[in-house]
């Protein structure tokens, strides 16, 4: 029989070697960050699940999903190191990977993770602005997304391609997606500009606008001349009649790949099971939001992303036939 003494002494070792094994657990608990978009978009909601996927399935790890500009901002965050993950468009990512346009003089040591769905230019007008068609965006007062945001480096070369000049032809706002909306029902603005998956709830909200007639104009002719400048990043897509209230007819438009990213600095180990994870996963991930069902296999090849593969990424892949 323990005497009260000794009953004391083991009730407090107990305790003790408690606290060093919750010491222990929390020493290993690890914070990602991983950088999304605007409320508005695909991005955000996408990357909550991602984090809540990441965060239950991967012990030890904590991941938390950012609100931000967008790609721009993104690929500066994944140079920092502010934020491990992200989600971007290949266009900007191929701009930081060679140090040009808005990261001139930087190049980014971006790595792709993997493939996941296609972003969608939308240039957003209502009934009663008299805009039909892209030139009849000259002289108007225009969104071009928010000034961190993929948006605005696609919507520039879209309006290039249309012949037109983005600091002489429009009256130009940087406004995220769900401002644009919001300015667009105020008339505070007559069209906007948002490159992003389908439906984008900012759009599909301006569409549901009592006394609202949502238009999408089509500039899907324009890919061939895009891709002449800056390569084969864009294509001709449409954007199915029905896809937003009120929207009557479908819009061809031009189409880019989303891509998500850490920086190279990333372990093979942490990129494998970031990977692995998104692919088991995968259906949680398409309760938050339908675009997740494009996350493929299939669309696991080079000519969707010129940005070079993660290691990690690469080994996952080899390991289900797809060869890179």
């Known amino acids: 029989m323990l005497n009260k003494r000794s009953k004391r002494l083991a009730t407090l070792a107990l305790v003790l070697g408690g606290a060093l094994i919750t010491g222990a657990v929390i020493a290993q608990q690890r914070a990602i960050s991983i950088a999304t978009g605007g409320t508005g978009g695909v991005y955000y909601p996408l990357g909550g699940g991602l984090a809540n996927v990441l965060s239950k399935t991967i012990p030890g790890l904590?991941?938390?999903?950012e609100v931000t500009g967008g790609s721009v901002d993104n690929l500066k965050l994944i140079?920092?190191?502010?934020?491990?993950?992200a989600f971007v468009m290949v266009d900007a990512a191929l701009d930081a990977y060679?140090?040009?346009?808005?990261?001139?003089?930087t190049e980014v040591p971006v790595r792709t993770l993997m493939v996941l769905y296609p972003n969608q230019m939308h240039v957003?007008?209502?009934?009663?602005?008299?805009?039909?068609?892209?030139?009849?965006l000259k002289g108007k007062r225009v969104s071009t997304g928010s000034g961190g945001s993929a948006t605005e480096v696609m919507a520039?070369?879209?309006?290039?391609?249309?012949?037109?000049?983005?600091?002489?032809?429009?009256?130009?706002?940087?406004?995220?997606?769900?401002?644009?909306?919001?300015?667009?029902k105020d008339r505070?603005?007559?069209?906007?500009?948002?490159v992003g998956g389908l439906p984008t709830s900012a759009v599909t909200d301006l569409g549901a606008t009592p006394g609202v007639k949502i238009k999408l104009i089509d500039h899907g002719d324009l890919a061939g001349k895009m891709n002449a400048k800056y390569g084969d990043l864009y294509a001709s897509s449409t954007i199915?009649?029905?896809?937003?209230p009120g929207q009557t007819t479908d819009n061809i438009n031009t189409v880019v790949w989303n891509i998500l990213v850490s920086n190279a600095k990333m372990s093979e180990q942490d990129a494998y099971t970031i990977v692995k994870t998104i692919f088991d996963k995968k259906a949680d991930l398409v309760a938050v939001h339908g675009e997740a069902k494009n996350f493929d296999l299939k669309n696991q090849v080079k000519s969707y992303?010129?940005?070079p593969w993660h290691p990690g990424a690469v080994k996952y892949f080899a390991e289900h036939g797809v060869k890179m």
């Open 62 to 65: 904590q991941a938390t999903a």
């Open 79 to 85: 140079n920092s190191g502010g934020s491990e993950v």
């Open 98 to 105: 060679k140090g040009q346009d808005k990261f001139k003089g």
């Open 124 to 136: 957003v007008t209502i009934e009663g602005t008299g805009i039909e068609k892209m030139a009849d």
């Open 156 to 184: 520039f070369r879209v309006i290039e391609a249309a012949g037109l000049d983005k600091d002489k032809d429009i009256k130009r706002e940087r406004l995220g997606v769900a401002e644009s909306t919001n300015a667009l």
């Open 188 to 194: 505070k603005i007559d069209a906007y500009f948002w």
């Open 240 to 244: 199915k009649a029905g896809t937003y």
């Open 305 to 307: 992303s010129p940005i």
